[in-house]
């Protein structure tokens, strides 16, 4: 396991609350690590190391006793799921419990980053976090389980803060595929029928900071009356296809790099075909969110502005 020596934690102070983050070299992780609010003390974790899928391991983290366990882990290969479905509940439903476990046993809050892809995308209209869900896809039963293996816990003190369309600097994402595409090829064909929004590893990470911050507010909010505790949703304000996304990507990258592509082509699902079934519509309210911390949503094209001259 990382100790939180090998990681550049210069707002680390001593006697600030710990931070075991788990899933450490992850795209999320490295938001969440250049991002760390001072006062608090990162501890990282990842493969080969540590082993989420090992209940000893997981339980063995007692002895650091954090007081905030923070899960970025998952296995996040949508369409590998699809053929190591057995991996992937492990990873991302049974993994999740132990943490809930191991929370339970130390008093320390737990906070689980989950998905908008437990969702079927039936709906019209921004799903809520008491919506029904109903999973697609092997990738989107294996969160929902996680989610399930942490509220049935018995944990009082997690967060679930489903996420969506995540991208960010430091991993493999729609965003660096279109920039990639886009220098090689004069076309891109893009699906225009599955409709989600946006997010900001950076903007993910300060939302998770901010909600921990409510657990110490004096004042609970309306929608929060008794505890803060619970799920989210949590990803860019507004909306669109993915077309849509790879438009205003290439429109906006187009001022800091020279682009190849002439083209880009709005193509049904059914024209891409992965082994893994989309939802065709998975937009999330945030409106729970924005009533417990008081904090407006940054809309994604903004965010994808800011990513962009953040990256270069
Ligand atoms: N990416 C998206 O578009 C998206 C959308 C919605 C929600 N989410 C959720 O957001 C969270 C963060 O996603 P991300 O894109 O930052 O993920 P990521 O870049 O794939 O990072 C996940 C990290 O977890 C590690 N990991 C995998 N299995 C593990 C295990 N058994 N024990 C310990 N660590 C393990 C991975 O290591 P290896 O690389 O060595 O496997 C990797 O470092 C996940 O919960 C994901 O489900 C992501």
Known sequence: ???????????????????????????????????????????????????????????????????????????????????????????????????????????????HVSTDFVFSGDKKEPYREEDPTGPLSVYGISKLLGEQRIIQSGLEKYFIVRTSWLYGLGGNNFVETMVRLAKERTELKVVDDQRGTPTWTDDLAEAIFKLLAVIDAPHPSPLTPHQPYGIYHFSGEGECSWYQFAVEIIDQARKFEGLKVENILPIPTEGYPLPAQRPKYSVMSKEKYKAATGIQVPDWRESLRKYFEKRT
Do not use: W
């Open 1 to 111: 396991m990382t100790s939180n020596s090998q990681l550049p934690t210069p707002n680390s102070q001593p006697g600030s609350p710990t931070i075991a983050l788990i899933g450490a070299n992850g795209m999320l992780a490295s938001a969440v690590k250049r991002l760390l609010p001072v006062g608090y003390q990162l501890h990282a974790y990842d493969l080969p190391e540590f082993d989420l899928t090992d209940r000893e391991q997981v339980l063995a983290l007692r002895d650091l006793k954090p007081a905030i366990i923070l899960n970025c882990a998952a296995y996040t290969n949508v369409d590998g799921c699809e053929s190591h479905s057995e991996l992937a509940m492990r990873v991302n439903g049974e993994g999740p419990g132990f943490l809930a476990q191991l929370a339970a046993e130390i008093d320390a809050v737990l906070v």
